[in-house]
């Protein structure tokens, strides 16, 4: 099993660290920073915890002068590069944190501070209380971002406008309305940056999950403009996609089943440890004289602590099937343990479903 996220604050990190922090501050005492940071609860805490309680310490060890702790953030952040610590590392991300703490209430020079720090480690996080608290200041700001030179912060423009980012705060006025996001979008889904773009696709995916037809009308309006619009409309319907709604499957190309069938569906495996691996196979007949394009699916229904079933949706393929053909597909689905899901043993379900249409369901159990 991969090691927890939370061990990339090891010593050679704080030594990295405090280095940068010890050349910019002066009277910085690294000792007594390092003892507040390996408090008594310290190998208790996750990810986040960890993150946020190195804010709170860097605090301990700066001023009271908010305008005065940014200079020196900014600065250890220069040091931190020169001495060649790679930009984007997600370990670095307590010094946003530590503007979403202390600059809530300095709109301006907050702003300033996510422009720049967003330049060397994601502010994506940080951003999101101001967008509650400042909405229409953001809005107009994250539009002025997604003009700018520097990619990492047309990147925050949209990720952090997400309404519904993963780990991040809920902006329910933009779950509810996200019209103020579509013109940063717009600016954004031709960006020369792949992580920008992606971000733009993660969005609109984000938002088809309350608005389904304000996405679908925008992405038959981007579709066909570019290579790189084509992906981010692809990947802004995933979701879409496996919803299985009809609009979006036409959209790309995938018609009518009338002559398609999935017979012998088989588990190949009734009994599944957990750690181990379902395997299943069945047929799929196209009996049209003509080639059917065809997104092919599996759906795994979990079973759930209060004993009902859950649907997860896996893509096996998209691509023509030949008239007349006959094609035994045979797949595994891991149940290895991991992080994001919890498994519960007993009865489970599996399913194929052809261009968003459920075609046949059989049972196993999770031992």
Request: one cysteine or more; proline letters at 4%; glycine letters at 6%.
């Amino acid at each position: 099993m991969a090691e927890p996220l939370k061990y990339v604050y090891n010593d050679e990190f704080f030594a990295n660290f405090t280095k940068s922090f010890s050349a910019v501050k002066k009277d910085f005492d690294e000792v007594h920073f390092l003892k507040d940071i390996h408090s008594d609860d310290w190998k208790n805490k996750e990810l986040k915890e960890r993150m946020r309680h190195i804010s709170l310490t860097m605090k301990k060890h700066l001023t009271d002068d908010f305008t005065e702790n940014v200079t020196t953030i900014l600065k250890i952040i220069s040091h931190l590069e020169a001495s060649g610590v790679e930009k984007d590392g997600f370990a670095y991300m307590f010094l946003p944190d530590f503007i979403e703490i202390y600059g809530i209430e300095n709109y301006d020079l907050s702003v300033f501070a996510f422009e720049n720090i967003t330049q060397f480690v994601t502010c994506e996080f940080g951003v999101r209380p101001f967008l509650k608290k400042y909405p229409q200041q953001m809005y107009a700001q994250m539009l002025v971002w997604s003009k700018h030179d520097y990619p990492m912060v047309r990147r925050l423009s949209s990720e952090g406008f997400r309404p519904r980012l993963p780990w991040g705060m809920g902006i329910p006025i933009l779950k509810k309305n996200p019209s103020p996001i579509l013109p940063v979008l717009e600016n954004l889904k031709n960006d020369e940056s792949e992580s920008v773009r992606r971000s733009v696709a993660n969005n609109l995916n984000d938002i088809s999950k309350e608005h389904p037809e304000l996405v679908i009308k925008l992405m038959k309006k981007w579709q066909g403009n570019t290579a790189e619009t084509d992906w981010v409309v692809k990947h802004a319907c995933r979701t879409l996609l496996k919803q299985g709604n009809l609009e979006v499957m036409q959209l790309f190309g995938f018609g009518a089943i009338d002559e398609i069938t999935v017979t012998d569906l088989e588990v190949l495996t009734p009994k599944v440890k957990i750690g181990e691996a379902l395997k299943f196979r069945f047929t799929l007949k196209n009996k049209s004289a003509t080639a059917a394009k065809i997104r092919l699916e599996y759906g795994v229904y979990y079973l759930k602590a209060n004993g009902s079933l859950s649907r997860k949706v896996f893509k096996i393929s998209e691509k023509e099937y030949a008239g007349h053909s006959v094609s035994v597909i045979e797949k595994r689905q891991s149940f290895k343990v991991i992080t994001t899901r919890k498994f519960y043993v007993g009865a489970h379900e599996i399913s194929v479903i052809v261009n968003g249409v459920e075609m046949g369901k059989v049972g196993f159990e999770l031992v």
